[in-house]
């Protein structure tokens, strides 16, 4: 079986060796899911981390198979899907929680909203999305809290004290005080979607967007729309545009502004972070670390100093 050569590098700089076992196991889970609900895996999209592929039951119904690395990460990934059920997300049909398999509504035609050039529009539209998404947090859930992930950051600054690929030392160090001031000073808690941008949202032919792949997150609302921020920045007048989505966020969604950035901040250095591997990082994430600190600089007249 031929995989796409930067999925099987990306779940291998992230998953190590169980990743390795998995990839192998590939063709396995495949055959799998088509005894399983007689259906017939086709060419998978293009992929990241999971195999995603659009598959045609016996009874003609389109569907498409989602094969997830079991663990926690799966497992807050099924419980979100279910708690957002008929709020604009992805329709689950089915599931199995041992092996980490979704079987999900296919959304036709299923175009981005990546692909919509058109960028305050995009950005409408994903606020519309993000207010029908906003769910209390359950009382019982496996779901991780932001606090986690300033954890992480918190590993990351431990283990690269001198600064960590493009990211000086300063830069670390600072983003994770500001980590710490947010998740302390949080006032309300919502179940969150975790990955939400405009790849994970998809054009449905009943004319609504739908969105997918929600990872569960537990934070505050402006945490979740960060990725969105950092995602498809022009080469150009990138300040310009981020200046303008934090704009229509905050207004559409009442949120505040300056925890926004700060968020934005800090979340671009995790996730510029993340993206090390060997010479190579995210240049888009990276970029993203320096616009915050001018949104900052220009909005409140100091440097991000918590
Ligand atoms: N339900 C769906 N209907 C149509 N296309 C889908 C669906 N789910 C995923 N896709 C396509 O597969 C890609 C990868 O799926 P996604 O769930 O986002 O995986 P990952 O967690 O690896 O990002 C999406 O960007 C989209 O193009
Ligand atoms: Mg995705």
């Given at each position: 079986m031929k995989l796409q050569e930067q999925f099987v590098r990306n779940v291998r700089h992230c998953f190590k060796e169980r990743g390795d076992i998995w990839l192998n196991k590939l063709p396995d889970l495949i055959r799998y899911c088509e005894q399983k609900w007689s259906l017939r895996i086709e060419e998978p999209y293009s992929l990241s981390i999971n195999y995603v592929a659009p598959a045609k039951k016996v009874n003609g119904q389109e569907v498409v198979v989602k094969l997830c690395l079991p663990g926690d990460d799966f497992l807050a990934e099924l419980e979100a899907l279910q708690l957002f059920q008929d709020r604009g997300i992805v329709q689950l049909l089915a599931f199995d929680q041992e092996q980490g398999i979704l079987i999900l509504e296919k959304i036709l035609p299923?175009?981005?909203?990546?692909?919509?050039?058109?960028d305050e529009a995009a950005c409408l539209i994903a606020a519309d999305l993000f207010k029908n998404l906003m769910t209390e947090v359950p009382k019982k859930t496996r779901i991780g809290t932001t606090k986690k992930r300033e954890e992480k950051l918190r590993e990351i600054v431990k283990s690269h004290p001198h600064g960590l690929g493009p990211i000086s030392r300063v830069r670390l160090k600072n983003a994770l005080k500001v980590f710490t001031y947010l998740n302390a000073t949080i006032e309300r808690h919502w179940l969150l979607?975790?990955?939400?941008?405009?790849?994970?949202i998809l054009l449905s032919n009943d004319g609504n967007w739908k969105v997918i792949d929600p990872k569960g997150l537990l934070g505050e609302?402006?945490?979740?729309?960060i990725q969105f921020l950092l995602?498809?920045?022009?080469?150009?007048?990138s300040y310009e545009v981020m200046k303008n989505r934090v704009d229509v966020f905050t207004q559409q969604l009442q949120l505040n502004k300056k925890r926004m950035i700060l968020w934005g901040y800090c979340h671009a250095v995790l996730a510029t972070s993340w993206s090390v591997n060997g010479t190579q990082y995210s240049t888009s994430f990276f970029k993203g670390i320096g616009i915050f600190e001018r949104l900052f600089t220009e909005y409140y007249g100091t440097d991000i100093d918590i």
């Open positions: 299923g175009q981005e909203l990546a692909d919509v050039t058109d979607h975790g990955d939400f941008h405009p790849y994970n609302a402006e945490y979740d729309l995602n498809k920045l022009p080469e150009d007048g």
